[in-house]
């Protein structure tokens, strides 16, 4: 397994991996942005192409198997102090900026995806070790993700790796078709002893 960072070049590969993870939510909101005559999908690759942002390729990283890509990890520092939710925001993202809120300080880990083709092989439990990696360098000093409560097989890796919940929020789903009801928080403490080890080997 190759793990590399993402490239500009990676957009299409980076759109898929992020509407995988969060049950076509991203794929929902272009549309309601680009309108009815939009490329959604172009609008999301022309988002992920840019090198500023936090749904950038800068912030991410990308698992090879057998020189395909296989599984992708997207994550980013997230806000010291929590932020107001500004009047206006889309009721279905309201219940992930309070999630978000309850971890300040944390790398918040938004995107781990594998494709059905390369699960079983070791890419999700790779890039959380990663995104580890990623939070100590950064002296950061938890890392957070949210995961939805039918995601059985990420909520089980999760609580292997030393994931705990915090809390919970029901999902907001508007128009939105998913058959998620909860949005789960979990965070991992950084073990910042650990940055020595890897320094010494």
């Not at 925001?89 to 300040?104: C, D, G, K, N, V």
Request: charged share 25%.
């Amino acid at each position: 397994m190759l793990i590399r960072e993402a490239l500009a070049s990676d957009a299409d590969h980076l759109v898929r991996f992020i509407n995988m993870a969060a049950d076509d939510l991203p794929l929902h909101f272009w549309r309601k942005s680009v309108g009815p005559d939009g490329d959604p999908w172009a609008y999301g690759r022309e988002r992920a192409a840019r090198d500023q942002g936090n749904f950038s390729y800068s912030n991410a990283w990308i698992a090879e198997l057998d020189g395909e890509v296989a599984a992708c990890l997207l994550g980013y520092p997230g806000e010291v102090e929590p932020c107001t939710i500004e009047p206006g925001t889309p009721e279905i993202f309201i219940p992930l900026l309070e999630l978000e809120a309850l971890a300040p300080g944390s790398w918040y880990l938004n995107v781990l995806a594998t494709h059905e083709r390369s699960r079983g092989r070791g890419c999700g439990r790779a890039l959380l070790a990663k995104a580890e990696e990623v939070a100590r360098h950064l002296a950061l000093p938890s890392i957070s993700l949210i995961a939805a409560d039918t995601h059985a097989d990420a909520l089980r890796l999760y609580a292997s790796g030393g994931y705990r919940e915090v809390a919970r929020r029901p999902v907001a789903k508007g128009d939105w078709l998913v058959d998620a009801s909860e949005w789960i928080l979990f965070v991992k403490p950084v073990d910042p002893a650990a940055l020595n080890s890897e320094a010494a080997t």
